[in-house]
């Protein structure tokens, strides 16, 4: 699918020594291999941040495309994809890739890092972004001038029309019609080569407007303050191999950037199904079935990036993982039994999921969701709870063990 206009970039190639001159950072390496140069460097070196940005330049000038990935560490799918994508031999233009944006959370497999900061909402539109990270991940985004951004996600909760059950397996994009067909495309791409299970196929929906919640998220503000195409990729993680979520990632972006880094021949990254489905045809406005509610998304349910489902976060690494029966979490509190007791308003509860077990194995995150909104955003074998008004509150623990597998107990503290 072309695009119906010309890319600012077209005409001047982007190395990694023009983003570290940018960014006050020196080259880690560089080499040319299959007539494209591979440079790399660190960004944030010698922080507990650092991480590597990857910049691959092809012979033929182009268009520039940034993926990201591991801004939430615990989805995987996404981070892993990434790596692979900064491999790939592309024809023309630039790809700038880092991998595991939040180096912190994807080590400890949480959402988010130490302090508890969701990077992805430290992104506010017309603004500087709010944390060391964040800027020096805007820095060189911004520096690479890109004309196509991706940011690669995952969620525990299948995208409806309706983010508070979750955005996986879908598409979301910036506004105009373009972005609005390349989505649509690349979703009937995957689903109809790469997706066998019909409940599973890749929705679309358009980034929910610059006053609707969530905000703060890095494709929002590369779409409308560096005005890129910009795409966020949900996958769903649980009860799913990581090689097909990988997969998926993979050949969404393939598809999402052809035309950018691919304008001559069909792209090669090891993706092609054995048995390929017919092409979609290109519709006037390009929009599958889920762009259909996608006007009514505009208003609020665009779901930009997470929300609820990536609160979900995606444990580690979910090939092989032994049967999720195996893995128990289980929530004792202090004082005892008290989701049976009537609580008063004020009074605080001591949640301890130390007891949780799995065989043969040991249990490497213990999360947290107060509320039971899809925020796990808590981390910690115990949790103090307090009582702040009167009536139902859930609590949702969910564990995690070092294969990846997780499982999840749920709470209900009353207080009258």
Same mark, same amino acid.
């Given at each position: 699918?072309?695009?119906?206009?010309?890319?600012?970039?077209?005409?001047?190639?982007?190395?990694?020594?023009?983003?570290?001159?940018?960014?006050?950072?020196?080259?880690?390496?560089?080499?040319?291999?299959?007539?494209?140069?591979?440079?790399?460097?660190?960004?944030?070196?010698?922080?507990?941040? %650092?991480?590597?940005?990857?910049?691959?330049? @092809?012979?033929?000038?182009?268009? +520039?495309?940034?993926?990201?990935?591991?801004?939430?560490?615990? %989805?995987?799918?996404?981070? *892993?994809?990434?790596?692979? =994508?900064?491999? &790939?031999?592309?024809?023309?233009?630039?790809? #700038?890739?880092?991998?595991?944006?939040?180096?912190?959370?994807?080590?400890?497999?949480?959402?988010?890092?130490?302090?508890? =900061?969701?990077? !992805?909402?430290?992104?506010?539109?017309?603004?500087?972004? %709010?944390?060391?990270?964040?800027?020096?991940? &805007?820095?060189?985004?911004?520096?690479?001038?890109?004309?196509?951004?991706?940011?690669?996600?995952? $969620?525990?909760?299948?995208?409806?029309?309706?983010?508070?059950?979750?955005?996986?397996?879908? =598409?979301?994009? $910036?506004?105009?019609?373009?972005?609005?067909?390349?989505?649509?495309?690349?979703?009937?791409?995957? +689903?109809? !080569?790469? *997706?066998?299970?019909?409940?599973?196929?890749?929705?679309?929906?358009?980034?929910?407007?610059?006053?609707?919640?969530?905000?703060?998220?890095? *494709?929002?503000?590369?779409?409308?303050?560096?005005?890129?195409?910009?795409?966020?990729?949900?996958?769903?993680?649980?009860?799913?191999?990581?090689?097909?979520? #990988?997969? &998926?990632?993979? #050949?969404? @972006?393939?598809?999402?950037?052809?035309?950018?880094?691919?304008?001559? /021949?069909?792209?090669?990254?090891?993706? *092609?199904?054995?048995?390929?489905?017919? /092409?979609?045809?290109?519709?006037?406005?390009?929009?599958?079935?889920?762009?259909?509610?996608?006007?009514?998304?505009?208003?609020?349910?665009?779901?930009?990036?997470?929300?609820?489902?990536?609160?979900?976060?995606?444990?580690?690494?979910?090939?092989?993982?032994?049967?999720?029966? $195996?893995?128990?979490?289980?929530?004792?509190?202090?004082?005892?039994?008290?989701?049976?007791?009537?609580?008063?308003?004020?009074?605080?509860?001591?949640?301890?999921?130390?007891?949780?077990?799995?065989?043969?194995?040991?249990?490497?995150?213990? /999360? &947290?969701?107060?509320?039971?909104?899809?925020?796990?955003?808590? +981390?910690?074998?115990?949790?103090?709870?307090?009582?702040?008004?009167?009536?139902?509150?859930?609590?949702?623990?969910? #564990?995690?063990?070092?294969?990846?597998?997780?499982?999840? %107990?749920?709470? +209900?503290?009353?207080?009258?």
């Amino acid at each position: 699918m072309q695009r119906n206009s010309l890319s600012r970039r077209t005409a001047l190639s982007l190395t990694a020594g023009a983003v570290l001159a940018g960014i006050g950072a020196t080259t880690a390496s560089s080499e040319t291999d299959e007539g494209v140069s591979r440079e790399s460097f660190e960004l944030l070196e010698g922080t507990a941040h %650092e991480t590597t940005v990857h910049v691959t330049t @092809a012979q033929a000038d182009g268009p +520039t495309v940034v993926v990201v990935g591991g801004v939430h560490g615990n %989805e995987v799918a996404g981070y *892993v994809a990434a790596d692979e =994508i900064a491999d &790939w031999t592309i024809d023309a233009g630039t790809l #700038v890739t880092v991998p595991e944006a939040n180096a912190v959370a994807v080590d400890r497999g949480t959402r988010t890092g130490e302090e508890g =900061i969701d990077l !992805n909402r430290q992104f506010h539109e017309g603004t500087e972004p %709010e944390t060391e990270l964040a800027r020096a991940l &805007w820095d060189v985004i911004a520096e690479s001038d890109p004309d196509v951004v991706l940011d690669l996600h995952e $969620s525990t909760g299948i995208y409806a029309g309706d983010p508070v059950d979750g955005v996986g397996q879908a =598409i979301f994009h $910036s506004d105009g019609d373009a972005t609005s067909a390349e989505a649509a495309d690349a979703a009937d791409y995957v +689903t109809q !080569n790469h *997706v066998d299970d019909p409940d599973l196929a890749f929705q679309t929906g358009r980034f929910s407007g610059p006053n609707n919640d969530p905000q703060g998220l890095l *494709v929002h503000k590369a779409a409308r303050d560096l005005d890129a195409d910009a795409y966020l990729v949900e996958t769903l993680s649980t009860d799913i191999d990581l090689e097909a979520r #990988v997969r &998926w990632h993979s #050949v969404i @972006a393939e598809r999402l950037v052809e035309d950018e880094l691919f304008p001559e /021949e069909v792209p090669d990254n090891g993706h *092609v199904p054995d048995d390929p489905a017919e /092409e979609p045809a290109d519709d006037a406005d390009g929009e599958s079935p889920d762009e259909a509610d996608d006007s009514d998304e505009t208003i609020e349910e665009q779901p930009d990036d997470e929300t609820p489902d990536e609160a979900d976060d995606a444990p580690d690494d979910e090939t092989d993982t032994p049967d999720r029966d $195996s893995l128990t979490a289980t929530i004792t509190t202090d004082p005892s039994d008290a989701d049976e007791l009537s609580l008063e308003s004020g009074q605080t509860i001591v949640l301890d999921g130390s007891h949780s077990c799995v065989p043969d194995g040991e249990i490497a995150c213990y /999360e &947290w969701d107060v509320g039971n909104d899809g925020c796990f955003d808590a +981390t910690g074998e115990t949790l103090e709870v307090t009582i702040s008004a009167n009536g139902d509150h859930s609590v949702v623990l969910r #564990v995690t063990d070092d294969t990846g597998a997780t499982a999840t %107990e749920e709470i +209900t503290l009353s207080a009258s």
